[in-house]
């Protein structure tokens, strides 16, 4: 990701299965994407704190 996402606030905010600092347990496959927190609410979280986090820092990185 860091080819792609330059800043470091863009990096800390980047969704991804292993954000949490753990591995996936197994499972019905919905029930996985929502322990990554990359479900629907999951995502919608994400973005809100990323929005929250450019307010905070006073800039558009």
Do not use: C
Request: net charge negative.
């Amino acid at each position: 990701m860091y080819r792609w996402i330059q800043s470091d606030l863009g990096r800390k905010h980047t969704m991804h299965p292993f954000q949490k600092g753990h591995y996936l347990g197994s499972g019905p496959g919905d029930d996985v994407i929502r322990e990554a927190g990359l479900d629907g609410p999951g995502q919608y979280e994400g973005i809100n704190k990323y929005i929250e986090a450019i307010k905070n820092q006073g800039n558009l990185e």
